[in-house]
């Protein structure tokens, strides 16, 4: 709607580029709900990370026709844009076909049938796991000087919680998996007044800590339990309900620039939040130019790379850290290229095809296995919303093995809880 008015008011002067631009991305969203009309599935939460970091800042600088001077290495020019949309032709098709592709494989495996379980041991477990979340962030908060300093610091916790104590590491575990006890609740309740109360202790937190990726853990089990079970909606509609999530957090992010040194910047010109197609602008005009392709060694993990002495993450934590040393040496921090991007730092828009094509299998079967256990609503409320955050996660980040080993310490504690509810009796079924 903000982009209709605004074409509206700019009638008089018609932005060509600006308008192919927008039908590009509307051909994209047509052809996605003809492959999948689930919102709620794998292949619609990579179409809103295409969305968010490749349509937002390359349409904002098509529609105001200014030059985006990338990384502060690369001058723009129109070859930008051509080389984007070559990307996410090379990526996005070759993702939904492998996506239409995996109907033909097909698994057998045992589906098991929804058990009773305890409902006081499930409500009790939410309780004590909503207990250890709030323990968690208080420990949090006095390990690092208060609420005051955590909130100045908010952005820098992600580097600080590594270095500290395994006590503050498990902590922050807690934190990161504070979506369980509101899963559980909706396993129980549904939509109740108790359900809303965990939901919003949990999303205080994460506010309090400025974690984005924690507050929409905490809302999926809420967007999943409403579309599979209440009432799904449209694919129309899921984009409104992005869109108004996109503001949300964006708006955390304004808010987190305005008590930084970095007060006053224009969020998707000049702050790192949209600086992924930076990223890719500078990967595609680097590598097979003047870099050599990493020919498949940033999916080794780090102890291959070290054993046989394999340059895979350039001596760094993150591969977004390793590539912001060398295009913007001056920026503290990393910029994840994505999933899509690593596979094109392996070998160029031909192999950028033919993996986006096995990453397409891979998350509609990961949706396939799902939906075949919906009726098992403990196991699909716990697990699922977990494993479309870690899709996105996994997409947005492309650092393969660091975020696999991330996402495991927390799906462990997922399944243990799972485990736990779904195997001990006390009292009264519920089924």
Known sequence: MFITIIFLINLTSINYQFLLWI????????????I?????????????YFLTYYFIRPGYFLLFKTDPFLFN??????????????FIIFSYIPLCLGYLFSNYIKFQSPIQKSNSISEGFLVLSAIFFQAFVVISAF??????????????IQSSLVQFIPESSIIIRLAWIFILTSFIPTSLMLVRYGYDIRVFAFLSLNILLSLIFGRRLAIISILMPIAVYHYFYIKSFSVFRGMFYYSIALAFLVSIVAIRIANSSLAGISIIEESAEFFTWDMI??????????TDFRMGADFLPKWIQLYFNIDGGFGYESIGQSLVSIYYPFFAGGVPPGIFG???????YFILAILSFFYGILIKIIHNHFQERIFNKLYFLIL????????????????IWPTIIAQSRIF?????IFTLVNNVRIEKKYS
Do not use: C
């Not at 039908?23 to 003809?34: A, G, I, V």
């Not at 699922?384 to 947005?396: A, E, K, V, W």
């Open 73 to 86: 290495t690369y001058p723009a020019d129109n070859s930008i844009f051509l080389s984007t949309f070559l």
């Open 36 to 48: 999948e009309k689930k919102f709620m599935s794998p292949l619609w939460i990579v179409f809103l």
């Open 23 to 34: 039908f590009f991305w509307l051909f994209l969203f047509l052809f996605t709900s003809r």
């Open 412 to 416: 462990i504690t997922v399944f243990l």
């Open 139 to 152: 420990i949090i908060i006095i390990n690092f000087g208060g609420l005051n300093r955590i909130i100045s």
């Open 342 to 348: 690593i596979f094109f730092m392996q070998g160029g």
């Open 281 to 290: 602008i500078s990967i595609i005009y680097s590598y097979g130019v003047d």
């Open 384 to 399: 699922y919303p977990f494993i479309l955050i870690s899709i996105f996660h996994l997409t947005r980040l492309g650092d």
